[in-house]
């Protein structure tokens, strides 16, 4: 069974989300956001979500794919196993937010 393991980037990311959607609609929105984020977690381990090659720009090898307004980004780890490399929100700027996460 495919697995996915989230990375330390992707954990702190998804924690600041968490909060801020928390913050600003409540513990039970905040959660329901995030399980939905888990859901397409295992929907990428499936190799059931609609994904694309991570830009060449980026400069590491991998695929990203939306949810809702957030982009994750996720790379294989082995045959049964991606990793999630970080979340970040369509209105950052991605490259170089992603940068960051690796620097």
């Given amino acids: 069974m495919p697995t996915f393991l989230v990375l330390k980037s992707a954990a ?6 968490f ?3 928390q913050e600003n ?3 039970e929105q905040a959660n329901l956001y995030i399980d939905g984020m888990f859901e397409r ?3 990428i381990a499936d190799k059931k979500a609609n994904s694309r090659p991570t830009p060449a720009e980026f400069e590491i090898s991998g695929f990203f794919t939306r949810y ?7 790379k294989e780890l082995g045959s049964e196993q991606v990793g999630i490399v970080t979340v970040l929100h369509q209105r950052m700027h991605q490259i170089e ?3 960051e996460d690796f620097n």
């Fill in 12 to 17: 702190f990311r998804i924690e600041n989300i």
């Fill in 19 to 21: 909060r801020y959607t």
């Fill in 25 to 27: 609609w409540g513990k």
């Fill in 41 to 43: 977690f295992n929907q």
């Fill in 68 to 74: 809702e307004k957030h982009y994750i980004y996720w």
């Fill in 97 to 99: 937010r992603f940068k």
